[in-house]
């Protein structure tokens, strides 16, 4: 099992994190936002942290909340992770439209597509493009899907704002959007997947990591293309294990005599605390 965290920052930083919260810079802006992981105490004050922060995000309810300001900020503003660009906002259920532990993802399919002749990646439960747009800056062919409309408009934003184009995007629930692809018998030779512990189809479908991910695991690697592939899983739940991130995939890692690396991935703070943020497995044929 390998740990591993995004080395290529400049726009992003954990400043400190504990007490349930994480202290966040973001470009010239910082957050203190609800991260249920740190279960520790903070290594810095509460006073040097609202001292620091521009804005604190104050839960209502389990899925809404507001900000709080200490001081003035945008809501909205950008910052870059090398060439990709990503348009952020402060949205009422506590996200800023990133994911920045991702980033260790973005430069693995980066380099794996650099090495596939015509590549096609497809990138589920896709959010705000982070993986698509990576990919499509390889040089890739890529399908995006995600459930909510307004997440796939923010995703395009960032394609834009990367001087990308021609992204396929697709509003549908994944596990349905999947098991299309497997019926036109369509591979890719790049997946990646980030499912929620909990969430939605456009048409009400509803999805539990823990009772949809066997299902979805079995269709979506029946898409992977046999000869050169990565395939990324990742799982963010409380209690979730890597080892069942290696359970779902080591048959078909024997099958196609692939290569198997399954970690944890986290951040590591400014103040020398380091947050968990998942477990994740990968498969990779080259």
Known sequence: MQLITPK????????????FEKLERFGQYITIRPEPQAVWHKQWSNFDWEKQAHVKFMPKSSSSGEWKQFKKMPEQWKINYGKLQFR???TSFKHVGIFPEQAVNWDAITAFISKVEKPKFLNLFAYTGGA???ARAAGAEVTHVDSIKQVVSWANENMQGSKLDNIRWIVDDALKFVKKEVRRGNTYHGIILDPPAYGHGPNGEKWKLEENIAEMMEEV?????????????NAYSLGFSSIIIENFLRSHAKKHQSDLQTGELYLQAKSGIKLPLGVWGRLTKE
Request: no cysteine; aromatic share 6%; glycine share 6%.
């Open 132 to 134: 698509s747009i990576a």
């Open 8 to 19: 290529n920052w400049k726009d992003y930083e954990l400043l400190d994190a504990g007490d």
């Open 88 to 90: 952020l906002g402060l």
């Open 221 to 233: 690697l029946k898409l992977v293309d046999p000869v050169k592939h990565l395939l990324i899983l």
